[in-house]
Nanobody, 115 residues
């Protein structure tokens, strides 16, 4: 059974930082590209960052320079370090795992940026 479990969300003030984690089980983690998405009640789910099997990251413009995606294949975990958070970063953050054929999603973790 494949599971992706996100953690690390919470309430943070503007300008603050959070580190999200996504622990995977039931897959050969090193063979999967990983990504973080986010979704709000009024916006479609949007891509935030990806990291491929070899560890190469990519970011959407709104995340570049503030967010860092990384992976630890020994721990089957992908991370999203988020700095200089803004109210518009408020969303439920999801991680995904893809190998070109299969795609799996976690349940999400809420990030709220508010003073």
């Amino acid at each position: 059974q494949v599971q992706l479990v996100e953690s690390g969300g919470g309430l943070v003030q503007p300008g603050g930082s959070l580190r999200l984690s996504c622990a995977a089980s039931g897959i050969i983690f090193r063979l999967y590209g990983m990504a973080w998405y986010r979704q709000t009640p009024v916006k479609q789910r949007e891509l935030v960052a990806t990291i491929n099997k070899t560890g190469t990251p990519n970011y959407v413009p709104s995340a570049k320079g503030r967010f860092t995606i990384s992976r630890d294949n020994a721990k089957n975990t992908v991370y999203l370090q988020m700095n200089d958070l803004k109210p518009e970063d408020t969303a439920v953050y999801f991680c995904t795992a893809r190998d070109g054929v299969r795609e799996y999603w976690g349940q999400g973790t809420q990030v709220t940026v508010s003073s």
